[in-house]
């Protein structure tokens, strides 16, 4: 009897949507209306089905903003909307302030800044790190109308020297 050798099986990867793309939501608009002087990378308290939802690609942080209040930091006006197969048990608000988990001292910095020097908490993006959702906001100043067409003339001469290195080459 002849018998064969088979090579030991590898297990295989658990290929999640958290490891192909990292972003789950960018607010565009925010570069473009404040100057982002600081940026800080805090987590979120979800519950259950706020996570199934932010897996399923339906979050949205576009009108959203920070504010500490008694000395925790907290995310408003944050958009997730629920699953359809969410759970019967628990109310879904998709609209409700979520928690977000900094150090005292991150938090104490940002509320100086934002009482005394008139700075703002403006969510840039949520994205996972190590299966866990991540927020980045910015310690942001409100830009004048002047300095928003400034940006637009930027973006439009970076495009048109684009378009003139492609004709040279």
Do not use: C
């Not at 088979?6 to 949507?17: D, E, G, Q, V, Y």
């Not at 925010?30 to 519950?47: N, P, S």
């Not at 991150?106 to 991540?134: A, D, F, S």
């Amino acid at each position: 009897m002849s018998t064969k050798l088979t090579p030991p099986r590898l297990p295989k990867k658990n290929k999640s949507k958290s490891a192909d793309n990292p972003t789950i939501a960018v607010n565009r608009k925010a570069r473009f209306e404040y100057h982002i002087e600081d940026t800080f990378e805090a987590g979120l308290v979800l519950q259950g089905w706020e996570l199934k939802s932010i897996r399923a690609g339906s979050a949205g942080i576009m009108d959203s903003y920070v504010i500490i209040k008694r000395g925790e930091a907290w995310l408003i006006g944050a958009q997730l909307t629920p699953l359809s197969s969410a759970s019967t048990h628990t109310v879904a608000a998709p609209m409700r302030s979520r928690k977000l988990l900094l150090h005292a001292k991150e938090i104490l910095k940002l509320q100086g800044q934002v009482e005394r020097t008139g700075y703002t908490l403006i969510p840039l993006k949520l994205y996972w790190v190590n299966n866990r959702v991540k927020l980045e906001f910015g310690l942001a100043k409100g830009k004048k109308e002047f300095d928003k067409r400034e940006t637009i003339k930027n973006r439009e001469w970076d495009r048109q020297k684009q378009r003139l290195n492609k004709l040279i080459r």
